[in-house]
């Protein structure tokens, strides 16, 4: 069974930035494609960004929240995805989950691989 491991959240002032990082414990096919949501008090999970791990390609999706401030990156030898989020606002407040699957298209729709999530609080 794959594991998404996150790190990275915390408490952060409006206008600030926070860089979070997941790592999975294997890379396979089902793994081929990362990706980032996140779901605030009360409200739905929401798709944030994907990336792919071929070095060929430069393949990223965002979601209209991130588009703009928040970057999603990878580092092949490190096995490691980032989310990089400048300019943050109170309502970027949420649990954010690192998640992954074999392709874009069913990372951003619905992962098969789930992280635990970490917390990301924007105070004004």
């Known amino acids: 069974q794959v594991q998404l491991v996150e790190s990275g959240g915390g408490l952060v002032q409006t206008g600030g930035s926070l860089r979070l990082s997941c790592a999975p414990s294997?890379?396979?096919?089902?793994?081929?494609?990362m990706a980032w949501f996140r779901q605030a008090p009360g409200k739905e999970r929401e798709f944030v960004a994907a990336?792919?791990?071929?070095?060929?390609?430069?393949?990223?999706m965002y979601g209209d929240s991130a588009k703009g401030r928040f970057t999603i990156s990878r580092d092949n030898a490190k096995n490691t995805v980032y989310l990089q989020m400048n300019s943050l606002k109170p309502e970027d407040t949420a649990v954010y989950y690192c998640?992954?699957?074999?392709?874009?298209?069913?990372?951003?729709?619905?992962?098969?691989?789930w992280g635990q999530g970490t917390q990301v609080t924007v105070s004004s």
């Open positions: 294997e890379r396979t096919w089902s793994t081929d494609a």
């Open positions: 990336i792919t791990w071929s070095t060929w390609s430069s393949n990223t």
């Open positions: 998640a992954a699957d074999r392709s874009m298209s069913d990372v951003s729709l619905s992962p098969r691989y």
